[in-house]
């Protein structure tokens, strides 16, 4: 699950997918907690546009906040008319540095980073909706969908936001885009894509804004061809 997010100030939209119509600066946090303000990607005549969210998903029938979800399974986009709707129709992408994960331990959990093993920016698939609410400041919300995750980081998280490639963000973003094959884009990560590294469990309390919250305290665990044999 995602429960924390990391969004560096140094991550270029323009250099990752080029002409993004942005509304508002890319907003960035050391350790995002949900129902908090992200920056997300969504559809426009134009290209991919950047505005800013709630993050976690609110249709106008919602009276508490937070009930809120802030992800949805991939597996169960159906399930649910709120996320089937938004599937059809409203899919965005939420750029981000890396991921906030806790591997249990026996006397405490570990927090991880997990990133791009070359550090680049990861775009997160999710759904929003565009409704009015008097719950909160912001008139649009998403949540990110997950998926299972891959071999090596299921040690740490069972399950992580579906990561879209930068080629395919346009196919995802546009509502023309068949569902079979946006579909086949939910899939867990390849193994060369995204490794993890211990952080300091500062982050383990969203009140910490500090940048060290994503500084490596070990090595980052990565796939490499051994492991292949």
Known sequence: MAGRLYIAPTLDLERLLGGVEQHGELLANPNLAPRRA???????????????AFWGLTPPWLKVLDHAPHCARAESL???????????????LVPVSGIYVWKPQPRMKQPFLVTHCERQPLLLAGLWCRFHTALTEHHDSCALITVPSNALL?????????????????RWLDPATPLEEVRALLIPAEMELLGAFPVSRRVNDPSHQDWACAHPTGPMHRWTTAQET
Not at 38 to 52: E, K, Q, T, V
Request: hydrophobic share 50%.
């Open 78 to 92: 159906d399930a649910r008319a709120m996320f089937r709707d938004a599937f059809a129709a409203r899919r965005c």
């Open 38 to 52: 992200l920056s997300m990607l969504h559809h426009a005549a134009g290209g991919p546009r950047l505005s800013n």
């Open 154 to 170: 299921a040690p740490l998280s069972d399950r992580l936001p579906a990561v879209i490639a930068p080629a395919s963000a346009r």
